[in-house]
């Protein structure tokens, strides 16, 4: 039996480590740097057993590295400059270009491999794990021929057993993308959140009248501030591109508004309207 | 048997229909300017009856206006022009305050009942009409001193049999909040449909990394054109204020990332948090 260790006990590592233990063909170990964090992730039983991440990389036969990204290059480049040859590390994080340029040259960079899964929740924490939370969603694999045959296929049967469907990119076109269609809708969420929270003092007319719109439209502005601060930052080039365009869109709407141009108005909204294609449900 | 009679058969006055119907205490007939939309309404079972506008202006007993928010004002006075005392007229538009200043002088305004229900979906038209679509929600009655108490016992019996819960407001501070709690929301997706679509011209890229965030912010995008078209040139001068102050806020982030200010990028996203009093689920 195999020993998966997962660095990061939140939402993403501890919904990978309550997945893989019941799926009973792996032993799940677990190394939190908040050791409150550790220990619920064993009452919660997302782990088997937790321990300190010396003996994690020295123990598991694959490492998996769900920190906040901010903390994932240093884990990385520590981990992979321990681990054997047969050992495979993976990572989970939301940017991938940075981490991919700084262990492009590392001698151990073939036992690496750069994964992003498309699945989370607002939630964050080991109390927020869930089971099933990556089946049938997207697991990104990028730039697959810095890593050996061996770590990709190691990597694939894992997301086989998350039940996810495995697509490739490059890094800096992962990040570029994830800009647009995640990281710009947590920060619109984040000012929606702030905007509603500053004007509606008396919070019972929010109460009164907040739908089902605004919910979904807000439920980012719950997410967790260090995760956020840091995926911002360490994809900040995309990121601002997108916010610029982003406003550049709704000043036109807001003139259109101004100026009561109906016609022009409706026009962009059928134009918005295309989103249905992409979004389903 | 009471005759309610809905003049427009779209996801609001066609899931009033249905759940009226479904009770069994009314008679419902139904009236909408587009003979497609009225006949599809018979055909899912509705309303009872279609018809045109006079006789259904003659014949119920309780008349609703569930038409575009742009058209509601003249089909009002109309129809406010028309009732005998023994009628009573409801409408269920987004914007109150210009309807409220429309028929305030009207020799009929007491028999008339400004409502909004704080219900609705992405879609729109007689088939995205739904069962219980305003069950648990609330239903906002503007001025209701303006109208009579029989007025406004008669539609709170509508709204018992609806199962809103009703809350009243003054129609100017019902637009204010309106804008800010909703309407935003809306430009806001619409803005955010515009620049993915914009930016990601290679659609397969959406389809992989579109996760539940992105639906989420982005569902509204695929709201009726000609529905916000009228909402957001009704309630302009509110909206204007919100986008503005949102757009303080999204400036406000945007530069803190610029200048990779961590402690206060956290700071905002704590603050922003908050919403979490609001949003429970």
Redesign the interface.
Same mark, same amino acid.
């Given at each position: 039996m195999k020993t998966i260790g997962i660095i990061g006990l939140g939402l993403i590592g501890g919904s990978l480590g309550l997945t893989m233990k019941k799926s009973k063909d792996f032993k799940v170990i677990g190394f939190d740097l908040n050791p409150k964090n550790a220990q619920k992730a064993l009452e919660l039983g997302l782990v088997d057993n937790i321990t300190e991440k010396e003996a994690l990389l020295k123990e598991a036969d694959i490492i998996i590295v769900a920190t906040p990204t901010k903390a994932s290059i240093s884990v990385l480049k520590e981990a992979l400059s321990q681990i054997e040859s047969h050992q495979i590390l993976i990572d989970m994080g939301s940017t991938k270009s940075k981490i991919c340029e700084a262990l492009k040259n590392h001698p151990n960079r073939k036992n690496f491999v750069a994964s992003h899964p498309?699945?989370?929740?607002?939630n964050s924490g080991p109390e927020s794990a869930i089971e099933h939370l990556f089946e049938n969603?997207?697991m990104?694999i990028c730039n697959e021929t810095e890593s050996d045959k061996k770590a990709i296929n190691t990597a694939k049967g894992i997301f086989k057993t998350l039940k996810c469907e495995v697509?490739y990119?490059d890094a800096n076109?992962?990040d570029k993308?994830?800009a647009?269609?995640?990281h710009?809708?947590?920060?619109?969420?984040?000012?929606?959140?702030?905007?509603?929270?500053?004007?509606?003092k008396d919070?019972e007319?929010?109460?009164?009248?907040?739908? @089902?719109?605004?919910?979904?439209?807000?439920?980012?502005?719950?997410?967790s501030?260090?995760m956020?601060?840091s995926i911002?930052?360490q994809n900040?080039t995309h990121?601002?591109s997108?916010?610029?365009?982003?406003?550049n869109?709704? @000043?036109n709407?807001?003139e259109i508004?101004?100026l009561?141009q109906?016609t022009e108005?409706?026009?962009?909204?059928?134009?918005?309207?295309?989103?249905?294609?992409?979004?389903k449900?």
């Open positions: 498309i699945a989370g929740t607002e969603k997207k990104v697509v990119m076109e992962h993308h994830l647009y269609i995640s710009l809708s947590h920060i619109c969420s984040f000012a929606l959140g702030l905007t509603v929270l500053d004007l509606e919070e007319n929010i109460f009164n009248l907040a739908g @089902s719109g605004f919910s979904s439209t807000a439920r980012l502005a719950k997410s501030p260090e956020w601060e911002s930052i900040k990121l601002l997108a916010i610029s365009a982003y406003m869109h709704l @000043s709407l807001k508004i101004e009561e109906s108005l409706i026009n962009e909204m059928k134009k918005a309207n295309e989103i249905r294609r992409i979004i449900n």
